[in-house]
């Protein structure tokens, strides 16, 4: 199969460019190298419009539609599906924050359960309402700040003012678990590792990267349901991400045929299907796959923003509707799907006493541990609090 990747909504490191919230990749797969058996109808095309590349944002609505039943026909010949990935900025900052900070593994004020089951996007949630845009930003700030004693007292910084705000959490279980990893934070800021080492490392949380991640998750899922392997990946060449996305496919590749269990309920990362060809990067003028993903990603963005697209061009759109996916990374999407989650959970009626007792047994010993770690700052000291 051959797949093309494109991608809007760039601005880097920067969060919190109002103009563009959100990051939007769109992959395009094919079962024929569409740089070769559709470059000849693309090139009739440009001759029609008089251009020398099909760029959907310089074409707009009018002119667009003015090909729509060619591009059409092309979708249906090649059997063309296009996936849609998207990450909004500005809660990946909050994301982010809580990765760090809330890590089980390095804050030992956190639960087990809090952060390897999916109570973690519950934690997550309530922690992102402790947010508003202005510590977010402090945050990410923090985050990609290379001077390590500079990020951890800014780290300090922004954990001490979320606790000022743990009064607006409802419950008293979330105010200690929240409240005791950020007093642990406070005390041990190093320990969190929260900020980059160097300027590398800032690429690699930035959302280009993070949302590379969906795309090379996505192409393996079309492999494993094709039963085919992958034969080019083409992506659009620009300076400054190209170098981390080949990383991250480097690193995928490396593992692929794996698949990482997490914790109980939570989804293992599935590496069955991930491609092993390089990926390659070609600017879109010399790709006709590239000319086209440009296109969908165009519609796709403009459906998602509720703009108008022209109705010539919505038979392009519904084709995917069945046949093409889509993903998002925010608080909005971690939410709406881990709250279904929580609303089937058994009631404790509904449970028997052996495992009512089971966990009690595992809250014991996360608490043992937990206020174990709390009591160890100076001054330290926990109270008891009973609960999940």
């Not at 990051?23 to 740089?35: E, I, M, N």
């Not at 038979?315 to 939410?335: F, H, K």
């Not at 009512?356 to 541990?369: F, K, S």
Request: hydrophobic share 45%; with cysteine.
């Amino acid at each position: 199969m051959f797949f093309y990747v494109d991608e809007s909504g760039h601005t880097g490191a920067n969060l919190f460019d109002e103009a563009q919230p959100t990051l939007f990749y769109g992959v395009l797969s094919s079962a024929v190298h569409l740089d070769y058996v559709a470059e000849p109808r693309l090139a009739a095309l440009r001759r029609n419009l008089g251009v020398e590349r099909l760029h959907a944002a310089q074409l707009g609505n009018g002119r667009l539609a003015q090909i729509a039943g060619e591009l059409v026909d092309l979708q249906k010949r090649f059997r063309l599906r296009f996936d849609f990935y998207r990450v909004v900025k500005p809660d990946h900052a909050v994301i982010c924050f809580f990765d760090q900070v809330l890590d089980q593994g390095m804050n030992p004020a956190v639960t087990w359960t809090g952060y390897w089951t999916p109570l973690r996007y519950i934690l997550l949630i309530k922690v992102a309402a402790l947010f508003d845009e202005q510590l977010a930003r402090r945050a990410w700030a923090a985050r990609i700040n290379v001077n390590n004693d500079a990020a951890d007292a800014e780290l300090v910084a922004v954990c001490e003012e979320l606790r000022t705000r743990l009064d607006r959490l409802p419950d008293a279980r979330s105010r200690q678990l929240i409240g005791d990893a950020l007093t642990w934070t406070i005390a041990n800021p190093r320990e969190i590792h929260y900020n980059v080492s160097d300027q590398a490392q800032v690429l690699q949380v930035t959302p280009n990267v993070i949302g590379f991640q969906s795309v090379m998750h996505g192409i393996a899922g079309r492999l494993r349901e094709s039963g085919k392997t992958a034969s080019r990946i083409i992506v659009d060449r620009q300076s400054q991400f190209n170098k981390a996305q080949r990383t991250l496919a480097e690193w995928y590749a490396a593992a692929a045929g794996m698949h990482l269990p997490m914790g109980p309920g939570m989804p293992g990362m599935n590496l069955q299907g991930m491609p092993t060809v390089p990926i390659e990067f070609k600017p879109g003028t010399e790709s006709a796959g590239l000319e086209l993903v440009d296109i969908y990603l165009w519609l796709f963005k403009r459906v998602y923003e509720q703009k108008e697209i022209a109705r010539e061009l919505g038979p392009m759109v519904t084709y995917q509707y069945n046949r093409g996916r889509t993903d998002e990374i925010s608080l909005a999407a971690i939410e709406e799907r881990w709250s279904r989650w929580e609303r089937n959970l058994p009631q404790i009626e509904q449970m028997s006493p052996e495992q009512i007792a089971q966990g009690w047994e595992l809250q014991l010993l996360q608490e043992t541990r937990r206020l174990a770690a709390m009591q160890a700052l100076p001054g330290g000291g926990a109270g008891q609090v009973a609960g999940a």
